[in-house]
């Protein structure tokens, strides 16, 4: 848990000083998407909550529904 | 207009291409329990089908030098099929790059160190990978160098300590297995190993120099194809029939080295080797993903990402499998299909776009 | 400038910091907590049917000197090794149940040898090979016996030149180059044969023998298994038939009636080889055999002079007779236990792959019927340091 924090904190302070003072917005507000994206997903993973995994829906997709798949051997 | 400033040589792409091949070399395990004993056939033949869509590639990315495949997507396409084509190429990557940390993070738990937490382990993988990535493509050409020559002394040099224990009557009987079978081994190494040099048209639009590429690219592929050749052959003539039911026959094989009871307990090394190698192909999948992402979003550099990207990447790499046996299970099964229409179908279709619609214009950005 | 001393304070600092972290890993054990298990032998409880699990464990004697000195100091009954055994449902629950017994985990990296009893082996290995296949830390390198009786016996047997008895079965199935009336046979060789559709393996065989209190161990044959299971047993003869037919003859001795029937002539085999053709004819299976092999005269009793061309040539077929009937002892003794240990099976299976489709499922009928075609060259290649045998000059000049 602390883990997590400590390197998201460390990843902040790395990359958005430099971004605000060369005041690349649109670079700052990707970067919050993926980093509140990937804060959400390690949050999620510490506190055991269940992440669903797009292979499996993928698997799901393709297999179930489409019907594609080699025989098992 | 692109967003690497940094120029790479095309036989830097070379070294890039046979390092990245190599990295795969674990990788065949997918196939052995398919394809058995008739692997070596399967690796030439997945070859040979993948030699004419990589030299489109080729092909692709001189026709429009100086750019990555996402510019290239929405030039061909158009601004919006173009950006949905992008989409579904970074999907791709990010998923692939999960599955390969999470395979080096398999070999270490399987293997070498039992105890360790698994999310340590990808931790420490991904912020290596995430600091190469952040240098820039010109610090991962040059490193290649060095890497391929691990890889590849690692390969020689296990294949003639095991050649005593060879048995090459493990190869017959020829043609044994049912073509459904062999068919899907071809399918799994022409896109696992080779059909993943996809990426690399993110990265051919740094090359300085265009004319060479073809011949450099080609030889690349050579080298890793001719790698894992070498351990197929390995794998087969000492294991024979037990090579399937192995969780991986490298390193069984490895195990076996037994001479003048010195050089015994070889897999640690084989371990290191891999991870050197797999670090290579980790960390052309991450720049490749990260610049794809910034160019979908008109960023001006890609080095903000890079942390966020593999902070994702590690919690995904932990939780998209359950244990190695869904991760061969999907792998060999919906993990290929998906991906056989990045790899086989678009890149040729746009260069056939591309020359119908006479692209890329000078003057007029993108198509009418 | 202040910004650029902090900036390589911080780097300096993040460094610092990471080496704890970064300079090992969680699963390092230690010598001392650490139990070093160089043999293992599984037998079966009488009462409940669970696995009797005995492992060999070095002594490490950390006061210094080490394991040697031990012995010095008490006598005969302070031994360098520890036989410790438990017992469980499985392979792997009686070993994590040692623990109970030593309190550190068995670490298995350095066992030479896995001996499975008797009573194991004849109600089938399947059951029991799987966790030494499975384990990361065993070795397919080490190699497997079957004992006669109880495993936990072998592992007592004090060995006189060897201290430990693990180490001394090796060396003993390692050294079969000196007689070829067993070989070694290692895990994954095993495993192969076992997954082989008619291959039947073959393990050596361990016995032991008292003599006047002293127990000695020795390698008696080989067993074959059927299916996992041990159907029988070969005698040393017999398992040299396999090893003549498979190449894997390297020295031993050969002893034929001399020429003149009055004494024997001992050889001493220098090099084997053999190649095995398979064939069918008229819908017979035929296998065509050559073995060449190169001997020396050692020894001979009788006072006939043997180093004439003529008496060579004599010896030379005597030795291929015996070869032979070593080979179809062999033959024989596989077709009463309907176990094809020469694996005639797969190299059909490699050269005739269409036809053995048909002929697989019904190998136990169809393996009576094969036919051995033995072609077999002896040549003495030397004698040693005799030309003529410690005799009087009687007749011939």
């Known amino acids: 848990m602390i883990y997590l924090l400590l390197i998201y904190a460390c990843i902040f302070i790395i990359n958005v000083p430099g971004l605000v003072k060369r005041k690349e917005w649109r670079e700052l507000a990707v970067f919050s998407i993926f980093y509140v994206i990937a804060f959400a997903l390690g949050l999620m993973y510490v506190l055991d909550k269940p992440i669903p995994s797009p292979m499996k829906g993928l698997q799901h997709l393709i297999v179930d529904i489409l019907g594609i798949e080699y025989p098992q051997g | 207009m692109s967003i690497e400033k940094g120029k790479i040589s095309s036989q830097q792409l070379l070294f890039l291409i046979a390092g990245f091949v190599h990295g795969s070399v674990l990788l065949i395990d997918f196939t052995v329990g ?71 993070g398999e ?54 300590l095991l050649i005593d224990q060879m048995d090459f009557s493990n190869f017959l009987p020829l043609f044994e297995l049912p073509f459904i079978k062999i068919f899907q081994g071809i399918h799994i190494v022409s896109v696992i190993p080779f059909g993943e040099t996809v990426v690399f048209l993110m990265i051919m639009g740094c090359l300085n120099k265009t004319e060479h590429a073809v011949k450099n690219t080609l030889s690349g592929l050579l080298v890793g194809a001719v790698s894992l050749f ?8 000492v294991l024979g029939r037990t090579q399937t039911i192995w969780t991986s026959a490298s390193f069984q094989s490895i195990r076996l080295i037994n001479i003048g009871t010195v050089l015994t307990r070889m897999d640690f090394l084989i371990g290191i080797a891999q991870t050197i190698l797999m670090f ?66 678009f890149p040729p279709l746009s260069l056939l776009i591309a020359k119908i619609r006479g692209l890329p214009k000078p003057e007029r950005g993108k198509g009418t | 400038m202040g910004k650029k001393m902090n900036f390589r304070i911080m780097k300096l600092i993040i460094c610092f910091f990471m080496l704890p972290v970064l300079s090992g890993c969680l699963g390092a054990r230690q010598i001392n907590d650490l139990e070093i298990v160089i043999g293992m032998g599984v037998d079966k409880e009488e009462e409940s049917g669970n696995v009797l699990l005995t492992a060999q464990v070095v ?37 994590r149940q040692i623990t109970h017994k030593t309190g550190n985990r068995l670490f298995i990296s350095h066992n030479q040898a896995v001996i499975f009893g008797n009573d194991v082996a004849t109600e089938g290995l399947q059951a029991y090979i799987d966790f030494f296949l499975r384990a990361h830390e065993m070795r397919p390198t080490a190699l497997i016996l079957v004992s006669e009786k109880k495993a936990s016996e072998v592992l007592d047997a004090k060995p006189e030149t060897e201290k430990y008895p693990a180490m001394n ?77 498979l190449g894997k003859v390297k020295s031993g001795v050969i002893i034929v009636p001399s020429p003149n029937k009055q004494g024997e002539a001992i050889l001493e085999i220098i090099k084997a080889k053999s190649k095995v053709k398979p064939g069918i004819k008229d819908g017979k299976i035929v296998m065509h055999i050559e073995i060449k092999n190169e001997v020396s005269l050692s020894e001979q009793t009788t006072t006939e002079k043997l180093a004439t061309i003529e008496a060579l040539e004599k010896i030379q077929e005597a030795t291929s007779e015996v070869i032979r009937q070593e080979v179809m002892a062999a033959f024989e003794k596989s077709k009463d236990l309907k176990a094809d240990i020469f694996g005639f099976g797969e190299m059909l299976h490699k ?45 011939e000049k």
């Open chain 2, 34 to 104: 398919i394809t058995e004993h008739q692997t070596w056939m399967v690796i030439l033949a997945g070859l040979v089908i993948t030699v004419p869509v990589i030299v489109s590639y080729v092909a692709l990315a001189k026709r429009f030098p100086g750019m990555n495949l996402v510019q290239i997507n929405d030039m061909v396409y158009g601004r919006f099929l173009g950006k949905i084509i992008s989409i579904y190429y970074i999907f791709f990557f990010m998923m692939t790059l999960s599955f390969n940390i999470r395979d080096v």
């Open chain 2, 107 to 160: 070999l270490y738990i399987t293997f070498l160190m039992q105890d360790t937490p698994f999310i340590f382990l990808l931790i420490v993988f991904t912020a290596t990978c995430a600091f190469a990535v952040a240098k820039g493509v010109e610090v991962l050409a040059r490193t290649s160098h060095l890497f391929v020559v691990t890889g590849l002394f690692a390969i020689i040099s296990t294949f003639i």
């Open chain 2, 230 to 237: 070498i351990v197929a052959i390995r794998n087969t003539a």
């Open chain 2, 280 to 345: 290579l192909k980790c960390s052309i999948f991450l720049y490749v993903t990260v610049v794809a992402i910034s160019q979908l979003f008109g960023l001006k550099s890609y080095l903000p990402l890079v942390l966020p990207l593999a902070g994702i990447e590690v919690i995904l790499a932990a939780t998209v499998f359950q244990s190695p046996v869904d991760h061969a299970t999907i792998t060999q099964n919906a993990g290929i299909i998906y991906s056989v229409p990045l790899i086989f179908v």
């Open chain 3, 59 to 95: 002594k490490v004697d950390m006061s210094g000197g080490g394991a040697a000195n031990a012995r010095g100091g008490g006598g005969e009954d302070s031994e360098g090794y520890w036989n410790v055994s438990s017992k469980g449902k499985s392979i792997f629950e009686a070993v």
């Open chain 3, 169 to 245: 079965i090796a060396k003993l199935v390692k050294t079969y180059g000196f007689t070829s009336h067993f070989y070694e046979v290692n895990m994954e060789d095993f495993a192969s044969c076992m997954m082989s559709d008619t291959m039947a393996p073959l393990a050596p065989l361990v016995s032991i023998v008292q003599e006047n209190d002293c127990k000695e161990i020795y390698i008696s044959g080989m067993a074959a298994f059927k299916n996992g299971k041990m159907v029988g047993t070969l005698n040393h003869d017999e398992a040299r038939g396999v090893l003549w037919v």
């Open chain 3, 351 to 395: 050269k005739y792959s269409k036809e053995w489709k048909s002929i697989k499922d019904n190998w136990d009928e169809i393996y009576p019927t094969i036919e051995l075609n033995i072609d077999i060259e002896s040549k003495i290649i030397k004698t040693d340091l005799l030309k003529k045998p410690v005799s009087q000059n009687k007749e």
